[in-house]
C-alpha cells in the first residue's frame, strides 16, 4: 500500500479482552492498523497487545509517554520487546527526554502527540496563557521534529499550518475522526474522514464512530468508503 495514502486505526478503547477479540473479529480484512491505549493496557498489559498481533493486526500503542528521558527510553525499549509498530510519547516532555527515546535501537515508530483533541484554544490558554492550540502545537512538533521522531500527532486544523512551518512533509497521525453528522463526544478539533485525505493524512486514528457503533464491521466500512471516495475525487 502507498505510503501516501490515509489508512484508519481502528481504536480498541474498550474494557475486556473479550470485548477486545470481538472488535477484532468483526473487523477483520477490513483494519489493519489498531491503537491499544490506556485503558485497554493498563487492565490487561501485553495481553491487549497479543491479541492485535495473533489477529495479524499491527499494534500502535498510545500510552502519551511522559517521564524523565532514562525512564521514556527504557519504556521505548519495553515496547519493542512487545513488538509494537509505534508507540506515543507526549512531546510536552521536552527535548531531552524525545531525544533519549529516540536514540533507542531498535525501536518502534516514535509518535509524538502534541496538543489534544478533546483541547479547545480556551483549554489551552487556561494552561499556557496567551497560547492557541494552534500555536503550543506548533512549538511542540518542532520540538518532535529536533529529536527526529517518525510522527506528528495533532488535530486535522494543524496539519496545514504545520506542515507549511516545518518545511517538509512530516508523517501526520490524526485522532478526533468524525464523518459528517456524527457525534463529536469529548473531542473538540474534529475533521471529517474526507477531509483527513484533504489533509494528506497518512493514518486517522477512529474509535467511537466504530466502536459505539452497534454494527463496527459496516461502520469501518463505511469511513473506509469515504476515504477512497475522496480520494477520488482528488
Ligand atoms: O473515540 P475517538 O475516535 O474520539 O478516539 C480517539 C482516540 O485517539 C482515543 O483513544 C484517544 O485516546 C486518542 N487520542 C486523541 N487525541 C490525541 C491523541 C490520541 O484523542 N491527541
Redesign the pocket.
Known sequence: MSENTTEIIA?L?LESLADEQALLDKLHGVVRFF?V?LRLFTAHGRRAVELVHRAGGEVFL?LKLHDIPQTVAHAVQEAQKMGVASLSLHTLGGLDMLRAAAEVRPRPKLWG?TV???FSDADVAAIFPHMSAHTLALHLAQTAKAARLDGI?CSGHEVRPLRKALGEDPCFIV???RPEGHAV?D?KRVVTPAQAVELGIRFA?????ITHDPEPRNAAMAVLAEIRNARLKG
Not at 486514528?205 to 464512530?209: I, K, Q, S, T
Open positions: 481504536a478503547d491503537k491505549g498510545d502527540v489534544l483533541t478533546s500527532i485522532p478526533g475522526i463526544h473531542q486514528v477512529v474509535g467511537r464512530p
